[in-house]
């Protein structure tokens, strides 16, 4: 069985500033590893996924994340935050092979002025 | 055109009653999701149905019935609700099994009086 942890439950940050959002998870098989993003009222949205390869993922929208084997980490970084990323973010694995994603606790990325 | 979009967006009913949440994708995936999301955002998979065919079962009191007429769609009928019932639940979809992206729809927020 797998399961996700996010350490944070909040993060308050000032808007331009550097961010990371921590996620460990533990798994007895290999595992895929994801953000998503849930802004108000909305759905998840996909942010960046880790499947094999480059342990370095980037999204579209600067965040990237580093699959960290030895850790069991998959830490979620931004240099630079805007308001618009006020938002939950949530940590998932799913195991190769299968269909079950689990989602971590999330994390409220909390972006001042 | 919505790629997942459930019905109704916002239900609320009193104890013990029945009701039911629609879901359609219109993306061609061969699999579908119900998620629960309760107060603390967190988001615990129910059921998932591949090709029709049930295959994740979680541990849901059997007063939840999913029932999938096609792969297009996936509903979710809930017997006698509990106050414990409310919370947003989310329908997703996806393509093949391991590392593919969730895609969900805007989630349906059942409050239970």
């Known amino acids: 069985a797998q399961s996700v942890t996010q350490l944070d439950s909040q993060v308050p940050v000032f808007e331009e500033a550097p961010v990371e959002l921590r996620c460990n998870y533990s798994?007895?098989?290999?595992?895929?590893l994801f953000w998503y993003v849930q802004y108000p009222n909305q759905g998840l949205q996909l942010l960046l996924k880790?499947?094999?390869?480059?342990?370095l993922v980037e999204s579209i929208n600067g965040f990237e994340a580093e699959f960290n084997k030895s850790q069991t980490s998959f830490h979620l970084r931004k240099p630079s935050v805007h308001i618009s990323d006020t938002a939950e973010y949530f940590c998932?694995?799913?195991?190769?092979?299968?269909?079950?994603?689990?989602f971590g606790a999330g994390t409220r990325l909390f972006v001042k002025a | 055109d919505t790629a997942v979009s459930q019905t109704p967006k916002y239900l609320v009913t009193q104890m013990g009653n029945d009701k039911s949440i629609k879901c359609e994708q219109n993306l061609g995936h061969d699999t579908m999701y119900w998620y629960k999301q309760d107060s603390k955002k967190f988001l615990k998979i129910m059921f998932s149905y591949n090709n029709k065919e049930l295959i994740i079962n979680e541990t849901v009191p059997n007063r939840f019935s999913p029932k999938s007429p096609d792969k297009a769609h996936l509903n979710l009928h809930i017997n006698s609700l509990e106050l414990g019932d409310s919370a947003v639940y989310f329908c997703a979809s996806s393509q093949g099994q391991g590392g593919r992206e969730l895609f969900f729809g805007e989630g349906s927020r059942l409050t239970v009086l």
């Open positions: 998932a694995v799913s195991d190769v092979g299968g269909f079950k994603t689990i």
């Open positions: 798994s007895s098989v290999s595992v895929y």
């Open positions: 880790y499947l094999s390869g480059s342990t």
